[in-house]
């Protein structure tokens, strides 16, 4: 059975990851949080092998190294909790993801379930992918060509290789990966697009590779497969229509007021709530306030709050549904935390409350491991 459908029929999808490392802050963020990052993808990179062996088949060398390494990941999720305290209001949100996926990873080695350890690392590994997937890059540093070489990627879904080649920052290795799925004709096209790949490959090749004409040349080859239904062949060809309209708008100086017209163009466009003829237009909108986001320091205003709450809208309406890293809800809350007294605060209250009502299990339970709802709402309350 495909891997990333279990996966996402069987305990939620897992795919869009976390900003934990870098989203929010300038150069210098970024380099004081990248000992943290190599320190947990070496662990990931030593954890991942054994994952899939019962605890009784290793060594007592091996255990006692699998518990250091666990010890590391929790160091790690300490110390970025004390960067959360400096940063924007979603990178503390991140933060608790982050220490949470920390916790299962614990729990699942202590309990020696080993399909649980496997999905948990992996799930861990999204907090890597977001960040480095969010924003413009140049090239891969070596410490992640090293940390692949150390792992025998031929033991895992193709899925996961891409999702490991992004979050050790190899976007062309995990753009191929992605590509050489996409145009894989024993695969399901169906399934492809429930697996998100179309997705992720257009959002990667606009957020971080900040350009068109290469997802433009996939795709013509991605139409040329025989199994394409309908739906499907209409939402490439107006992707492909809207990239070829936006091509000198991605990568422009990011203005609040640019993305809030991609915003309402995008908007126009989406005929059903799960239609997705808005992508490109959202993907274009959300790299420019991404970068808007990462370059001011305070993150606190109306003007910020409307950024917090795109950037959530975009995520509901044209991005993948996470349930082990509730990014939307994040960005919804951080918008009422940037502003609480204003309009873009209360709309993003009412799309989290709304979340929590009509969830997927369809218990209205405002309930939320994450996040804090009831003091949400009296932020609202606060200044009505």
């Excluded at 490392?21 to 954890?47: C, K, N, W």
């Excluded at 697996?195 to 957020?207: A, E, K, Q």
């Excluded at 025989?226 to 499907?232: K, S």
């Excluded at 044209?318 to 605060?345: D, G, K, W």
Aim: glycine residues 4%.
């Amino acid at each position: 059975m495909n891997t990333q459908r279990w996966r996402k029929y069987g305990r939620g999808i897992v795919v869009a990851g976390t900003t934990v490392f870098m989203l929010g802050g300038a150069a210098t963020a970024e380099q004081s949080v990248r000992p943290i990052m190599h320190q947990v993808l070496d662990a990931v990179a030593y954890l991942l092998p054994l994952s899939m062996m019962e605890k009784s088949r290793l060594s007592d060398l091996d255990q006692d190294l699998v518990a250091t390494h666990v010890e590391r990941l929790q160091s790690s999720a300490s110390t970025l909790a004390s960067h959360a305290q400096r940063r924007d209001p979603e990178f503390a949100f991140l933060v608790r993801s982050f220490a949470h996926a920390v916790k299962e990873v614990q729990y699942a080695f202590e309990i020696d379930f080993s399909v649980h350890s496997h999905y948990a690392l992996l799930d861990l590994t999204q907090n890597c992918v977001a960040c480095h997937s969010r924003l413009p890059s140049d090239g891969a540093p070596p410490f992640g060509e090293r940390l692949m070489a150390r792992m025998d990627v031929d033991r895992l879904d193709r899925h996961d290789v891409a999702q490991l080649y992004i979050a050790t920052r190899q976007f062309e290795r995990g753009l191929k990966e992605l590509e050489d799925i996409l145009l894989d004709n024993e695969l399901s096209a169906i399934d492809i697009d429930i697996d998100g790949t179309l997705v992720r490959y257009l959002s990667i090749n606009i957020f971080v590779k900040q350009d068109v004409e290469r997802p433009l040349t996939t795709l013509d080859r991605f139409l040329r497969r025989d199994d394409l239904p309908y739906y499907l062949r209409r939402h490439v060809a107006v992707w492909q229509r809207s990239m070829r309209e936006l091509k000198g708008m991605v990568g422009v100086e990011p203005s609040l007021a640019v993305a809030r017209m991609l915003f309402d163009a995008g908007s126009t466009l989406a005929r059903l709530p799960v239609g997705r003829e808005a992508l490109i237009y959202d993907l274009v909108a959300a790299s420019l306030l991404r970068r808007r986001l990462e370059a001011i320091d305070i993150h606190e205003g109306e003007e910020i709050a409307e950024a917090y709450l795109m950037l959530g809208v975009i995520t509901l309406r044209s991005l993948e549904v996470n349930v082990a890293v509730p990014q939307a809800e994040f960005l919804l809350a951080s918008a009422i935390q940037a502003a609480p007294f204003t309009e873009p605060a209360k709309d993003a209250y009412v799309l989290l409350e709304e979340i929590a009502y009509v969830n997927i299990a369809g218990i209205g339970d405002l309930s939320h491991p994450l996040l804090d709802m009831k003091s949400l709402r009296e932020l609202v309350d606060d200044y009505q």
